[in-house]
């Protein structure tokens, strides 16, 4: 499986020596066309997959998943800077884009039930926007998402939000076509 240069913005050269001094065991790291590196943080060949840091503020990671009796690909890319904000997109084995969507992550979420409509106002309020970041668990075969917002908030705004948090992580596995959230 060939990964297109239009997921990851790393030439085929750079790829090939990247995995070659990956696994030859010299080097885990590439210089980019950012003028940076990219480097192999994951490669897990029996669980298929793959995280690469694409630059100090940047990751990405690919992992394949079963739909049933086939598979499909999810890639994650997530910009740091500081607060995390990722994207899902979906692909075939041939890497064709799928028509898949990401989990929907509102911030009720991670709110805690009970509230008061001020309250929820107010904690809504701080988690607007919300930062969220995507990981996967290759061994769960599940999505994580993680709520960043202290890295956004000021240590303040990050004491008054977090009484009123249920949860910072959410889980979900791909069930029937859809992502379905699951508890821990």
């Known amino acids: 499986m060939s990964l297109p240069n239009s997921i990851l913005a790393l030439d085929s050269?750079?790829?090939?020596?990247?995995?070659?001094?990956?696994?030859?065991?010299?080097?885990?790291?590439?210089?980019?066309?950012?003028?940076?590196?990219?480097?192999?943080?994951?490669?897990?060949?029996?669980?298929?997959?793959?995280?690469?840091?694409?630059?100090?503020?940047?990751?990405f990671e690919l992992q394949i998943f079963k739909n049933g009796q086939s598979y499909f690909i999810a890639v994650n890319k997530t910009v740091?800077?500081?607060?995390?904000?990722?994207?899902?997109?979906?692909?075939?084995?041939?890497?064709?884009?799928?028509?898949?969507q990401a989990p929907e992550i509102q911030p009720s979420d991670f709110i805690k039930t009970g509230l008061s409509a001020d309250e929820i106002d107010q904690i809504t309020g701080l988690m607007t926007p919300l930062f969220i970041r995507f990981s996967f668990d290759s061994l769960k075969s599940i999505i994580m998402v993680t709520c960043d917002q202290k890295s956004f908030l000021s240590e303040d705004g990050w004491q008054n939000l977090q009484p009123y948090l249920k949860t910072t992580q959410l889980y979900f596995v791909f069930q029937q076509g859809q992502w379905v959230q699951q508890t821990p």
């Open 80 to 100: 740091c800077a500081p607060a995390s904000l990722s994207f899902l997109s979906f692909y075939s084995l041939s890497w064709e884009r799928l028509p898949l």
């Open 13 to 59: 050269a750079h790829r090939s020596d990247l995995m070659a001094y990956y696994f030859d065991k010299k080097v885990d790291s590439v210089s980019n066309v950012m003028n940076g590196y990219t480097r192999i943080l994951t490669w897990d060949e029996h669980e298929h997959h793959f995280v690469l840091e694409t630059s100090k503020m940047g990751i």
